[in-house]
């Protein structure tokens, strides 16, 4: 989903021009963005933590050459989603599990039945 898509979603959702909804959805990114520079961290709750922090510098080794390379160390944008989340992307799993089961037994049944026909 892009940031258009997301716009028009909102709009749709409380009746308000896609215009503003771009600006005040551009202005939550901006501000994200703002006080992640200025203070590292921010927790926005029910969604998750983005946190800056620090890699150090590795050995690493170029995957085409096997020649080793030297990584300098970096600053990282890491994300923790929250419990809601987490929640949800749990229950898109298991439903995907669920019908991952549910094609494996209609596979199989269709296999024991075409095996058990009698031939015409």
Known sequence: MTKKEIVKA????IGMTQLKTKEI?????????????????????NFGVFEVKKRAAR????????QKV??????????????EM??????????AAAAARARELAEASALANHSNAKPG
Do not use: C, H, Y
């Open 10 to 13: 909102i709009s749709d959702e």
């Open 25 to 45: 959805v551009q202005k939550t990114f901006d501000a994200i963005v703002e006080t992640l520079i200025r203070e590292k961290r921010i927790e926005l709750r």
């Open 59 to 66: 050995k690493a080794r170029n995957p085409r050459t096997g």
């Open 70 to 83: 030297f990584v300098p160390e970096k600053f990282v944008v890491t994300f923790k989603p929250g419990k």
């Open 86 to 95: 987490e929640e949800k992307v749990l229950q898109l799993e298991e439903a």
